[in-house]
């Protein structure tokens, strides 16, 4: 089955920064990624989504790259701002009939005024 | 529009008590999801449903059961609860796949300590 690791666990940026977010998928057959926000006490929000027949989507200071060959996807996030902090969750999603998401275990980013 | 919204928002249980989380949807959504999230592991499905009267397994279903008598409700049972299933529970639903990949909308927990 699918496989999604995320990198790193956490990260702190200093406000105004940019910020990385990376993740690896195993199943080449994966065709959608979303990535989900998550606020203290508060379910994860998708905040952008991207599908295996583009390489890049950007919604203003959001961006995320897919890699097909690599079979590896990240985040970034520009200009940085203190309510950017959160839990960034990865996942994908196999074609195939499955319904299911596989989700990576988290980035815990700390965005320091 | 209220989304997903679960009840209870919390609740404390002892080893071997029964209980019923409920997930409600209004977005007319025929899937539903049950997740639960543990420190450092993210997010596990538990089991799924992709219409009124038909439920899956996920990764991590045991112990747990499901049912989706109506379309809008989707509810996960702890028939004898264990110290394991100490967790943050989520609910999550999506328009069907059929039509493309669809993004999946998140309740905001319910947090369930067994004793």
């Known amino acids: 089955g699918e496989n999604v690791e995320q990198h790193p666990s956490t990260l702190s940026v200093q406000e105004g920064d940019s910020a990385v977010i990376k993740c690896t998928y195993s199943?080449?057959?994966?065709?959608?990624f979303p990535w989900y926000k998550q606020e203290l006490g508060k379910g994860p929000q998708l905040i952008i989504d991207i599908r295996s027949n583009v390489g890049e989507k950007k919604d203003q200071r959001i961006a995320v790259t897919l890699n097909k060959t690599a079979k590896h996807f990240s985040l970034h996030i520009t200009e940085t701002q203190p309510e950017d902090s959160a839990v960034y969750f990865c996942a994908a999603k196999s074609q195939g009939g499955s319904e299911k998401l596989v989700f990576g275990k988290g980035t815990k980013l700390t965005v320091n005024p | 529009n209220a989304g997903v919204t679960q009840t209870p928002k919390f609740r404390v249980l002892k080893t071997g008590q029964s209980m019923t989380l409920l997930c409600a949807q209004d977005?007319?959504?025929?899937?539903m999801y049950w997740y639960r999230q543990d420190p450092g592991m993210g997010l596990r499905l538990i089991h799924y449903?992709?219409?009124?009267?038909?439920?899956a397994k996920g990764e991590v279903p045991d112990g747990y059961n499901v049912s989706r008598l109506k379309k809008q409700n989707f509810l996960l049972g702890l028939e004898s609860a264990a110290p394991s299933q100490t967790s943050v529970y989520f609910c999550?639903?999506?328009?069907?796949?059929?039509?493309?990949?669809?993004?999946?909308?998140f309740g905001d927990g319910t947090r369930l300590s067994i004793l």
């Open positions: 449903s992709v219409g009124e009267g038909t439920t």
């Open positions: 977005m007319n959504h025929e899937y």
């Open positions: 999550a639903s999506s328009y069907s796949q059929g039509a493309g990949n669809q993004p999946q909308h």
């Open positions: 199943d080449s057959a994966s065709n959608y």
